[in-house]
């Protein structure tokens, strides 16, 4: 009996040598090294604070869902840190997590990013880092600075909104703040399908914003939301306004352009004259591979582009179709707009392109 206790002993002594170590539990939190900065050069007045704030994107058919936010001091400026903790099953797919951040003085928001940041789902990746852009915009226009009513097409895709003005065809983009959350929340009641426009009456005032990483554009800040209805059009069509519209390319020397894998659709966009500078105007778009920028000149309907440049990366299948695309432009002298559509002609009268104006 006592050798069979030992030898009983023994096998289990040997059994449990061999169990594998217990593996610790995933934190149930992650935390995200955060560093904004801005390149003015200015110092922040006492008591600004940075705010960031992290939000699952991942549905285009509801609003943002927001996941975590801090506050810390900004102090005077420059670098500012935050540590941003969010739960780590906030991560797991399908969710996609944004980070934005802002420099607030009291209630005026001085800088915010206009730029999406994402954090990874890899923990080894948690550290993002934020340019931020000034606020303030340029001498504005009365209009700019009246709240009125506004009445007209609104359209949410990937967190960004767009509003057509019935009255006059103007193209805005829907700045975040003020009643915009609210703006959201109403418009995806009312539509049908994710992405379908929606006809809202708002109370708003419209200011010049820099959008994203592009140039200062015309937007609507939304004071207070009237009514929205599940109407996709206005009531009459609306011609779209050669300046200060996204155009996009549909058709080049009669043909529906080529699109390669590793290009984009090309498309421009006519920036107003600079204030005090009349004739003085640029153009900024996508040649189908780089971007480019340059200058046109305008009178009436006679419009001609010059000092076009661009970034120098090489895409395959693509040079073709943006050697086409400048030399379109090179030789356009009129343009005409129906509806939606833009047609640019060169000096014979021969349509050279056609565009169609698209929601950014």
């Given amino acids: ?10 096998l289990c002594a040997t059994a449990c040598s061999t169990l594998p170590a217990q593996t610790a539990r995933p934190s149930a939190d992650v935390t995200v090294e955060v560093t904004a900065s801005y390149r003015e050069r200015m110092a922040l007045p006492p008591g600004a604070v940075l705010e960031v704030t992290a939000a699952d994107v991942a549905r285009a058919d509801a609003a943002a869902k927001p996941v975590s936010s801090v506050r810390v001091p900004a102090g005077a400026g420059g670098l500012m840190q935050a540590q941003l903790k ?12 944004s980070v934005r951040a802002r420099v607030l003085a009291g209630e005026t928001l001085m800088f915010t990013s206009d730029t999406a940041a994402f954090i990874s789902p890899e923990p080894a990746q948690q550290k993002l880092e934020l340019l931020l852009r000034r606020v303030s915009a340029p001498a504005a226009a009365p209009s700019t600075t009246t709240t009125q009513r506004y009445w007209g097409r609104y359209t949410l895709v990937a967190d ?17 703040e003020g009643a915009n959350a609210a703006l959201e929340a109403a418009a995806i009641r009312a539509r049908k399908q994710p992405g379908d426009a ?33 109407e996709a059009q206005c009531p009459a069509q609306l011609t ?7 155009w996009e390319l549909t058709e080049l020397g009669g043909q529906p ?26 153009i900024t778009g996508h040649s189908g591979c780089n971007r480019m920028t340059g200058a046109y000149k305008l009178k009436g309907s006679e419009l001609s582009f010059e000092r076009m440049a661009g970034t120098l990366m090489a895409c395959a299948g693509a040079d073709d179709l943006e ?5 379109m432009l090179n030789a356009a002298r009129t343009w005409r707009t129906n509806g939606q559509e833009l ?13 169609q104006s698209r929601l950014m």
């Fill in 343 to 355: 047609e640019l002609r060169d000096e014979g009268g021969k349509v050279l392109a056609r565009f």
């Fill in 257 to 282: 352009p080529a699109l390669p894998p590793q290009g984009r659709r090309p498309h421009f966009m006519l920036q107003p004259e600079a204030q005090g500078a009349p004739g003085v105007a640029g």
């Fill in 160 to 176: 960004v909104g767009t509003f057509i003005d019935c009255a006059s065809g103007q193209r805005l983009w829907v700045v975040q």
């Fill in 240 to 246: 779209a306004p050669l300046v200060n519209t996204y």
């Fill in 1 to 10: 009996m006592n050798k069979f206790l030992i030898t009983l002993l023994a």
């Fill in 86 to 97: 969010l739960p780590a099953a906030a991560l797991q797919p399908p969710a996609r997590v």
């Fill in 323 to 327: 050697r086409s695309f400048l030399r």
């Fill in 198 to 230: 929606v006809l809202a009456t708002v109370e708003g005032r419209i200011a010049q914003r820099q959008f994203m990483e592009g140039p200062v554009r015309p937007a609507l800040i939304v004071g207070s939301v009237v009514d929205v209805a599940a």
